[in-house]
């Protein structure tokens, strides 16, 4: 296999209204806390906040994009929201290679998106079959 462990992967999107207001046309969730910033103003939040699969797809796309040339099918993905994402923010999905099980052709990354000031917003870990 042409991957080493520690090889990082990623890409950076900016999160707009139009693009959650896209997501929520695809997904089917309508929750307020992502369309109605009048309702957005009475939470914790205080504004609205982007889905939390958004950055679900944006690491998708992270891996998509570069295991390409590769084909890969996605197995698993693991995912923890620590903190919001805003309209506005500038999101960096990446995976970085953990393990690698050659005799499977199984490859194991750490999965991370974060703003543009550094913060971490989700953290998870993934699994993806090499076709050979």
């Given at each position: ?8 992967f990623?890409?950076?999107r900016?999160?707009?209204?139009d ?8 997904s ?6 992502h ?8 939470t ?15 690491i ?5 994009n570069?295991?390409k040339?590769?084909?890969?099918i996605?197995?698993?993905q693991t ?5 919001p ?7 960096t999905a990446?995976g970085t290679?953990?393990r ?5 052709g ?5 999965t ?9 917003l ?6 993806v079959?090499?076709?050979k």
């Open positions: 296999m042409d991957i080493k462990i520690g090889e990082r990623s890409t950076e900016q999160v707009t209204d693009l959650i207001r896209k997501f929520a046309e695809v089917g969730d309508f929750n307020p806390i369309l109605d910033e009048e309702f957005a103003k009475t914790r939040f205080g504004r609205r906040i982007a889905h939390g699969m958004l950055s679900g797809a944006f998708s796309a992270v891996l998509g570069e295991f040339e590769r084909k890969i996605y197995l698993s995912m923890k929201f620590v903190a994402v805003f309209i506005g923010d500038t999101v990446s290679v953990l690698i099980r050659e005799e499977k199984i490859v194991i990354l750490e991370l998106c974060k703003n543009q000031h550094g913060e971490t989700v953290k998870g870990e993934a699994a079959m090499i076709l």
